[in-house]
């Protein structure tokens, strides 16, 4: 089919642009070179290929040179069974050889502001719980019923802890929060449950915990190797987005540094953290339903906070520390040793984990501010210890970093497929994927593996005129669907003083 260009003459010309050289980028890319398309560009903001598969050099080996630690995704999740359905993530692990280790989460011990105090029970009587809700939540979603909190779907499964009571806040926070990023009281109970299922359920329940010196991004520049040259010119690096022209017959890219794209179609994959701060001008201006969905979705953020010591003074064998704060809720509730077996032995490295509100607190004070608690908490745990001063000390701030604003997506209470829908469907020849639009996979590296690797396949198809791209059994054909109007549950009759509904159902307060 002829492919016209986004109509800017004086820019650079090409089939497809494709926006971010992250997880859901790199594969967008290889998917169009699969499909013999090789008239593409990647642009992307940093200096390097991988996106939120983010790591750093941090602290010091015995001989003087650094440890290589992750800011961003961490764990391979949902590993495989022999003869089941692979985690494409998984198979690239095994492919560049990609050191991980298995995430033992029994290897718990817990903790309260007196020091070691044993509540594993707890962390078992919320996963019965889970498991009632769970199966409820697939009912839910089979007779299409109305979502609700999680928080209501752990509570009317008996699982129903006081604010008071911090071990059980502790052990839900390692059950939930810790995963979602956001409180039960935040997560769809339907698709929150879901996007776990589809995973575990799927896949295998095991995760593995990637400590690879070269970081986990090694799979996605290994995978961009397989296609991109060394020096490739259609990967323009250090290179910001600020506008986006689109239309039926193209898509213009105009970038801080002043030059610009003009594609036939383009493929963003910016985060949604990103699409929701604004700072990318569309024009013309993104439509309602669109808005509308990219505002609706949840961008959370995790944040990892390390410190190296010059003696690994906690338990040795033991991959997690579990800690309730006797005042605050997710407050440096959960600790990885990384100076265990397995993992970097002797490196004397153990990090925190906090998410959300604590996350938005701590990445408002400086290092100092939040080092000075992180130590409070360690003394708290191990008060027979004589803990030393750590000898380095770090932590990302994803909420403010410009090319992410945040971590990984959730959903809130109250969504529908449609309402998802409408984040991945294309506004006219701009499409958009990565973690944020994957359905079954929110939150994963896998979610944007499979959401690149699909948008890249059906723009290939578009382009050569071809009806439709083949999945299995399933078959995909032109453009994605969207929904102008997302209807609510109860029809206009129901809205009656039975239902509390006093005023007239005819007044007519607005169109929206
Ligand atoms: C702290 C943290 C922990 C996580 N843990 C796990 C885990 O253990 N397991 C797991 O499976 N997943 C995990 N994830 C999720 C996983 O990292 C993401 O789902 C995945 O990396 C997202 O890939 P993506 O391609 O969709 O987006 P990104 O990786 O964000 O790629 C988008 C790219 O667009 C670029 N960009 C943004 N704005 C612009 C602009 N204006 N102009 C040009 N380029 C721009 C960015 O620089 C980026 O490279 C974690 C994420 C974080 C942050």
Partial sequence: APASNGGDSTCRKTSVAILGAGMAGITAAQALHNASVSDFVIIEYQDRIGGRAW????????????????????????????????NPVDLLAQKYHLANTYSDYDSILTYDETGYSNYTDLIDEYSDA??????????????????????????????????????????????WDWEAGYSPEESSFVFGVAGDNL?????????????????????????????????????????????????????TIYNHDGSCVSAAYAITTFSLGVLQRDTIRFSPE?????????????MGTYTKIFLQFNETFWPEDTQYFLYASPNTRGYYPVWQSL????????????????????????????????????MEVL????????????????YPRWTSEPWSYGSYSNWPPGTTLLAHQNLRANTGRLWFAGEATSAEYFGFLHGAWFEGREAGAQVAALLQGRPCVQYGDDRLCGERIHYETLTGTSPLSQYSILNGWAVSSLYDGGDD
């Fill in 130 to 175: 889970y498991d009632t809700a769970a199966a409820k939540a697939g009912r839910f979603l089979v007779q299409n019923l109305q979502d609700e909190t999680m928080r209501a779907g752990l509570s009317l499964a008996g699982w129903n802890p006081r604010h008071s009571d911090m071990k059980k806040q502790a052990a839900e926070w390692w059950n």
């Fill in 199 to 251: 995973t575990f359920n799927q896949f295998g329940d095991a995760n593995n915990f990637v400590i690879d010196q070269r970081g986990y991004s090694a799979i996605i520049t290994g995978e961009a190797s397989t296609f991109l040259a060394k020096d490739d010119p259609r990967l323009l690096l250090n290179t910001q987005v600020t506008n986006i022209s689109y239309s039926d017959s193209g898509v």
């Fill in 55 to 86: 790591h750093g050099d941090f602290g010091k080996k015995a001989d003087g040179s650094p440890y290589v630690v992750e800011y961003g995704c961490n764990w391979i999740q949902g590993l495989g069974n022999t003869g089941g359905p692979q």
């Fill in 286 to 298: 993104l439509p309602q339903w669109k808005k509308r969905a990219i505002q609706n979705f949840a």
């Fill in 339 to 374: 100076s265990t077996e397995g993992f970097m032995p002797g490196s004397n490295i153990i990090f925190a984990t906090v998410v959300d509100d604590e996350s938005y607190r701590i990445e408002r004070q400086t290092d100092q501010e939040t080092k000075a608690e992180a």
């Fill in 379 to 394: 003394r708290q745990m191990f008060p027979n210890i004589t803990i030393p001063e750590p000898i380095a000390f770090t």
